[in-house]
């Protein structure tokens, strides 16, 4: 596999196809008056009131260029109920509310998508989704002349034989890598989704993790008395959390099913995810928290994080719980073995119920308080917003044809996925 890493110049030292007026904003903090400011579009169909980790990374990017890209110019084009411009750099393109979807709304019009991005004369668009967005991202950047990067946020190909058994794997994995080798530059948020795009044929792909405020996600925010007086439980119950779309994909069953293995004095909560599941004695339901800091308090008040997707692209949340200095236990498979190893947590071998609940049973056999502090160091000392920002920045730079140079191309290193 190639990846695409970032250097002084090129292999030939060639101008790229989308060189332009210098645009010193993408790396430079503080451009001179005269420099022409760079507009950078996002765009994805993956955002709704209740969405997940593709919405949160899209508000820190806005946040973090704000205070550390002031002339660049960061827009939005997103799914709503009408057609819209909150002058603030939101616009909202009218689509059809999924039924069951959880708020989400599916594009009826490529076109229409396609027109509203031209009309915003971005430098660079990025597409967060392989749907309708994505394919007007696409249209948009010929229509323009501009570069255009995917995000791969997700693996439809798996979802696919998830939902509907293996054999839609295949011809789903086929549109997918076709869609993805027509962008400038493929992002993967970690090793997994990085391999699993190569060995469908895509190649140009730049692994970059996704990041975690630190300051909001923080175990001073823990407050494990209250949290268990809110829900009723003594003192003494090892409190396990999961938080996340309730999305068959999630496992949330294997949860549940490991809870009850497990018994006393082990307690599950789950965050969103539990809508739909019937209930048990020793779980507990809560329903969406869009407050980032309660989110922020709930995670740090329980005792361990626990996640059963095998095929996580990446578990944005899990950092979040890192971050909050939550040991965790996951499968060893997936996004969350590139997050998750010995020194910060307990990953079982297989996404059962069985198997996750020797995991459990292990961590809390171990100690947890070097656990918890390893937990936080790593979410700080790897995972911070700068890191995927200022990687970002450097490859939209280098897209545009400004001074830091081009790609260059590097093998993917032969290690296996581990922090």
């Known amino acids: 596999m190639v990846l695409q890493w970032l250097s002084d110049e090129g292999p030939d030292g060639v101008p790229g196809p989308f060189a332009r007026a210098p645009q010193p904003a993408w790396h430079d903090p503080a451009p001179r008056d005269d420099t022409r400011p760079s507009h950078l579009v996002d765009t994805t169909m993956l955002y709704a009131p209740r969405s997940g980790g593709v919405k949160r990374y899209l508000m820190a990017k806005r946040t973090?260029?704000?205070?550390?890209?002031?002339?660049?110019?960061?827009?939005?084009?997103?799914?709503?109920?009408?057609?819209?411009?909150?002058?603030?750099?939101?616009?909202?393109?009218?689509?059809?509310?999924?039924?069951?979807?959880?708020?989400?709304?599916?594009?009826?019009?490529?076109?229409?998508?396609?027109?509203?991005?031209?009309?915003?004369?971005?430098?660079?668009?990025?597409?967060?989704?392989?749907?309708?967005?994505?394919?007007?991202?696409?249209?948009?950047?010929?229509?323009?002349?501009?570069?255009?990067?995917?995000?791969?946020?997700?693996?439809?190909?798996?979802?696919?034989?998830?939902?509907?058994?293996?054999?839609?794997?295949?011809?789903?994995?086929?549109?997918?890598?076709?869609?993805?080798?027509?962008?400038?530059?493929?992002?993967?948020?970690?090793?997994?989704?990085?391999?699993?795009?190569?060995?469908?044929?895509?190649?140009?792909?730049?692994?970059?993790?996704?990041g975690v405020d630190t300051h909001i996600f923080s175990p001073e925010?823990?407050?494990?008395?209250?949290?268990?007086?809110?829900?009723?439980?003594?003192?003494?119950?090892?409190?396990?959390?999961?938080?996340?779309?309730?999305?068959?994909?999630?496992?949330?069953?294997?949860?549940?099913?490991?809870?009850?293995?497990?018994?006393?004095?082990?307690?599950?909560?789950?965050?969103?995810?539990?809508?739909?599941?019937?209930?048990?004695?020793?779980?507990?339901?809560?329903?969406?928290?869009?407050?980032?800091?309660?989110?922020?308090?709930?995670?740090?008040s329980c005792d361990a994080f626990v996640h059963a997707n095998d095929r996580e692209p990446f578990g944005l949340i899990a950092l979040e719980a890192l971050a909050c200095g939550l040991p965790m236990v996951g499968v060893a498979s997936g996004g969350i073995a590139e997050l998750v190893d010995e020194e910060v947590g307990q990953l079982a071998s297989r996404a059962t119920s069985e198997h996750m609940a020797a995991a459990v049973d292990g961590l809390f056999s171990r100690d947890l308080a070097p656990i918890r502090a390893a937990a936080r160091a790593r979410a700080v000392n790897r995972h911070g917003w700068d890191a995927t920002f200022e990687g970002l920045s450097a490859l939209y730079g280098a897209l545009c044809g400004t001074p830091q140079g081009q790609t260059h191309p590097l093998p993917l290193p032969p290690s296996s996925p581990r922090p």
């Open 64 to 210: 973090w260029f704000a205070a550390n890209r002031p002339a660049v110019r960061h827009s939005l084009v997103v799914p709503g109920s009408f057609n819209g411009d909150n002058g603030r750099g939101s616009v909202t393109v009218a689509s059809m509310r999924l039924p069951f979807g959880d708020g989400y709304r599916w594009p009826t019009s490529v076109r229409r998508w396609s027109d509203q991005l031209v009309s915003l004369k971005p430098d660079l668009i990025e597409a967060g989704d392989p749907y309708g967005p994505g394919h007007a991202a696409l249209d948009a950047s010929v229509r323009l002349g501009v570069p255009v990067v995917g995000f791969c946020h997700s693996d439809p190909a798996a979802l696919a034989a998830l939902h509907l058994g293996d054999w839609a794997e295949a011809p789903v994995r086929r549109r997918w890598a076709e869609f993805f080798r027509q962008f400038d530059r493929v992002v993967a948020p970690s090793r997994h989704i990085a391999e699993r795009l190569d060995a469908a044929g895509v190649h140009k792909v730049t692994v970059q993790a996704l």
């Open 221 to 300: 925010r823990r407050d494990a008395n209250r949290l268990r007086q809110e829900l009723g439980l003594a003192d003494d119950v090892r409190l396990l959390v999961f938080a996340g779309r309730p999305a068959r994909e999630k496992n949330v069953e294997v949860l549940l099913e490991a809870a009850e293995l497990l018994g006393e004095p082990y307690h599950l909560l789950l965050i969103h995810a539990g809508q739909g599941c019937r209930p048990q004695d020793n779980a507990t339901f809560l329903d969406y928290v869009s407050e980032p800091r309660e989110m922020a308090r709930l995670l740090a």
